[in-house]
């Protein structure tokens, strides 16, 4: 009996079935190992294989094997047979392509940058409650984008100090007050306190100015804790939950979205730790993958960058996202795979980092208006205090979609012109 049998793991006259389960790959062999070999490896270990081969191996087991069906330079495709994925668990199948192999030694570097999910897999997962067009019924914001703001310092306010700055973001023209995605309940600022303060704050602003208001506040913790908070929003009357869904992983996203489900509340994705793994080119996952599963499992709003703000989002990928998490049916294109979303609802894309009013046509432009605009320090740095931040943010969105040079609006504007006489058009770093 042979020692290893990786290249039946390879084939490349094998065509995939519209319901296997696709995953494109980025592969670099190491050193001393050939292409077909480190591709060979991949398809084995995410699947049924392992090092040698095994007298447990019977011929019925092979319908699960993982086929590596073409091979182009460094881009390789691999077809799962649907079967070996448990419908419904993340966590699992994500094991199960995304797990061992990363750190295999007969790949120097691997990055899993795309996957194509087959319709039985996506009808096992809930998918977005409202999704893109359900939040904007729930505003009765039919066009401009919508805006949101991070209270700064991102930590360190008391709750009322914390409620106030929402009072003057939402009476200032903002539409969603949000947490910073390392704010939960920390002693200055305990979540039920935050919560009943910040939701009378709201409702007072939505009396004073006639626009809808809302707040996505953090119940990022243990899985039963997020539960508990996302009850309390609830009976205090908010739509929404925010949820950091890297740092509280899949599981406790997918009960959260259940529960989401009973209370009737949206899902806001905060992303952070992505670019732990998401950020290198050569090794890790993409985020459109990140993006992928999260719509899956059902957030309402995610995160996908600016490309123009302070973190590193290359437009290219910010576009990729955008589409991914938006389109019913996604074009294959340059290292994407093709994504038929059957009647997954459409996730609203959500930029921010490092915007300010300068920099809301650049972002309007290059992404429409269906978009959540975030800006934090551009509305907490803003010379006149978070109200006049505010202000500009609306003002500068005004200008935008009239097609106004920021410069000409600001003319009659004070709140635009004084932001822009403190940052001008910058790109923060
Ligand atoms: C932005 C932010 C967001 C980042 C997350 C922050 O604040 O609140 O967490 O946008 O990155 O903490 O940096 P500013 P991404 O508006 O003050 O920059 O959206 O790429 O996931
Ligand atoms: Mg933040």
Redesign the pocket.
Known sequence: MPAEWYLDFVDLDYSPSSKDLVALFRVEPASGIGMHEAVGRVASESSIGTWTTLTTMTLDKRRLMAKAYEIKGRWVKVAYPPELFEGGNIPQILSSIAGNIFGMKAVHNLRLEDVRWPPRLIQSFKGPQFGLNGIRKIFKVKERPLTA??P?P?VGMSSEEHARAGYEAWVGGIDLL?D??NLSGQKFNQFERRARLSFKMRDRAERETGERKSYLINVTAETHEMLRRARLVAKLGGEYVMVDILTAGWAGVQTLRDECKELGLAIHA???F?AAFTRKPEHGMSMLVVAKVARLVGVDQL????VI???E?PEEEVLALQGGITSRNVKGGKHILPQDWGGVKPVFP??????HPGLIPEIIEMLGRNIII???????GHPDGGRAGAAAVRQAIDAALGKVPLGEHAKTKRELRRALAKWGYIR?K
Do not use: I, M, N
């Not at 959500?350 to 915007?355: E, Q, Y």
């Open positions: 703001t991070v700064k991102k949000k910073d995605e905060h992303r952070a992505h995160h996908v960058g600016t703000g302070k973190l989002t959500v930029t921010s980092g490092g915007l975030q800006v934090g320090g551009g509305v907490w923060p």
